[in-house]
């Protein structure tokens, strides 16, 4: 079993081996994770992933999963066109 | 800017049952879902549902969505759009298709925003051929294409358990049905439906890898120990070129997360919860939740879930108080109903760990 051929974030191509090296460097919560890797930052905006970085660093730190901070939540919840932003903004002046 | 009473995101059965509810006590509502079509995962639902009438037993989910948009009230439909922000001074932002941006600014909420499938780790997980029971079953229900010729079914719950029965009327054969856990989870008259067309339904078993050059080709399973171990030279292979994973949901919170809304970690309603209380309201006044969004279920309680977040909303909206309590009381009362027994003390025990924090909520 390899770890580089398991996928944790399928939106970024984050494999378990990249993500077990990060928090062996020390970054251990989901939030210091997405900003350095982009996990989570895809289309799926972490729909897929983040659970399976949650039990990573669950298992790596000893910790229980209930205690891992799942991460903040910013709009859009999904990916929106630069043009239809700027349009809206017009309607709206 | 778009204004309404009532705002409720997700036309799936919980959003519709809201809707229904609230319109039907006199209130305005608004609903946005993200599909093409009303229903979420109702359209997907071939089956009929069983259990009492009241839950709508004896129909299939397909013909439901209909049943639920039969009202005397207005109801104010916005299909293919997403709402993709909520602020705390009550303006949520949307996009209808990919181009058209606006914000809508309701009086109250009720968020159906549904669950999301959880996925596993294991080497071969991004092959193509690994598949969500969700995808498998809009592709077969939905558009009538085979996700391919014989299938590894991940889960026994009622999802795997329904979905395996589905692949084998489309006429696939279901190779085996691994179920980490020691017990099926699934309703037992449906999988003593697929243990009887002979697919064997191994507890304790995993999928450990699936492998192939361009595609999964072959899986390996393994048994378990009772620490969730697998046991060494237990592993055997596997020909099939579908690997179906329905290892269970998650309630999708990212909406009420965005505007704060407490959440709890209660492994038994599917992960991260939005705290709530009786009456469905999230620890934000005007802010309530119904269906898998409050809690992984099923879609009868999410309808009932539904009804009870629509008329408390419309209670809190200036509907009559009294016969949207005679509502709320019906529904407490089937809601009681359907979690009761061994098939409802996950959900009840999922229920009360909530419960204590919502009064501080």
Redesign the interface.
């Known amino acids: 079993?390899?770890d580089k051929?398991?996928?944790?974030c399928?939106c970024e191509d984050l494999s378990?081996e990249d993500v077990r090296k990060l928090i062996a460097a020390g970054y251990t919560t989901v939030e210091e994770i997405k900003r350095i890797s982009r996990c989570g930052m895809g289309p799926c905006?972490g729909?897929?992933?983040l659970?399976?970085l949650a039990?990573?660093i669950a298992a790596m730190t000893g910790k229980e999963?209930?205690d891992i901070e799942?991460g903040k939540?910013?709009?859009?919840?999904?990916g929106?066109?630069l043009?239809?932003?700027a349009?809206?903004r017009e309607?709206?002046e | 800017m778009v204004t309404t009473q009532l705002l409720v995101v997700g036309g799936g059965p919980g959003g519709l049952a809201a809707a229904n509810a609230a319109a039907s006590l006199g209130i305005e509502v608004l609903l946005v879902d993200e599909g093409l079509q009303l229903g979420g995962q109702l359209v997907k639902q071939t089956h009929k549902f069983f259990g009492s009438r009241e839950h709508h037993a004896g129909v299939r989910g397909i013909d439901i969505p209909d049943l639920l948009m039969q009202h005397q009230g207005k109801i104010t439909v916005l299909s293919n759009t997403a709402v993709i922000g909520c602020y705390e001074d009550k303006v949520l932002t949307a996009v209808t298709g990919e181009d058209k941006y606006f914000k809508i600014r309701p009086e109250a909420v009720v968020f159906a925003t549904g669950a999301s499938e959880k996925f596993l780790a294991f080497p071969g997980n991004d092959l193509p051929g690994v598949y969500g029971a969700g995808a498998v079953q809009t592709l077969m229900n939905q558009y009538g294409v085979l996700p391919g010729k014989s299938v590894l079914m991940v889960g026994a719950g009622n999802i795997g358990i329904i979905v395996s029965y589905q692949l084998l009327q489309a006429g696939i054969p279901v190779r085996a049905v691994v179920e980490a856990a020691p017990n099926i989870g699934a309703y037992l008259v449906h999988a003593s439906k697929i243990a009887r067309a002979g697919v064997p339904i191994l507890t304790r078993h995993t999928i450990v890898e699936a492998s192939g050059t361009n595609a999964v080709e072959s899986a390996v399973i393994a048994r378990l120990d009772d620490d969730w171990q697998v046991i060494p030279g237990s592993e055997r292979e596997i020909e099939v070129d579908v690997v179906c994973l329905a290892v269970g949901l998650s309630p999708v919170l990212d909406l009420l997360r965005q505007v704060g809304c407490k959440t709890k970690y209660v492994p038994e309603l599917g992960g991260e919860v939005p705290l709530r209380d009786s009456q469905l309201k999230t620890s934000i006044d005007w802010i309530f939740v119904a269906g898998d969004a409050a809690g992984v279920e099923e879609a009868s309680a999410a309808m009932v879930e539904g009804r009870l977040a629509g008329a408390a909303a419309a209670a809190q909206l200036g509907a009559d108080k009294g016969e949207a309590a005679n509502v709320c009381a019906q529904c407490q009362a089937s809601l009681d109903a359907l979690r009761r027994g061994p098939v409802g003390a996950k959900i009840r025990a999922g229920i009360a760990k909530l419960e204590g924090d919502a009064a501080n909520a």
Do not use: F, N, S, Y
């Open positions: 079993m390899q051929d398991v996928i944790i399928r378990r905006q729909r897929t992933c659970q399976l039990r990573e999963i209930a799942p939540t910013r709009p859009p919840a999904k929106v066109k043009g239809a932003l349009r809206g309607e709206h």
